[in-house]
């Protein structure tokens, strides 16, 4: 992997313990607008940790595709995955 592990570790382990939590709200039966809040925090920090490892993979490894096949495929990789990511 192209990307900081640092920064992707601890984005990684800080939606951890948010989802942790979250689990505990479920378990207190707490008020489902602040759980959903939660979730969206979550998910905002797993879109930030993947964009880190997405352009650490453009500025890495596509850019550094040796052959015009290569670089091809991996751009395929990327527009099928911003697909994904898109819908």
Not at 41 to 54: D, F, G, R, W, Y
């Amino acid at each position: 992997m192209m990307a900081d592990k640092t920064q992707v570790s601890k984005l990684l382990k800080t939606a951890k313990g948010q989802i942790e939590g979250i689990l505990r709200m479920i378990e207190e039966d707490r008020y489902c607008i602040d759980i959903s809040n939660q979730i969206m925090s979550t998910q905002a920090i797993l879109k930030k940790a993947n964009t880190v490892v997405l352009t650490a993979h453009c500025r890495g490894c596509v850019a550094d595709a040796r052959t015009d096949e290569e670089k091809a495929e991996k751009v395929d990789e990327m527009v099928e995955l911003l697909t994904k990511l898109l819908k």
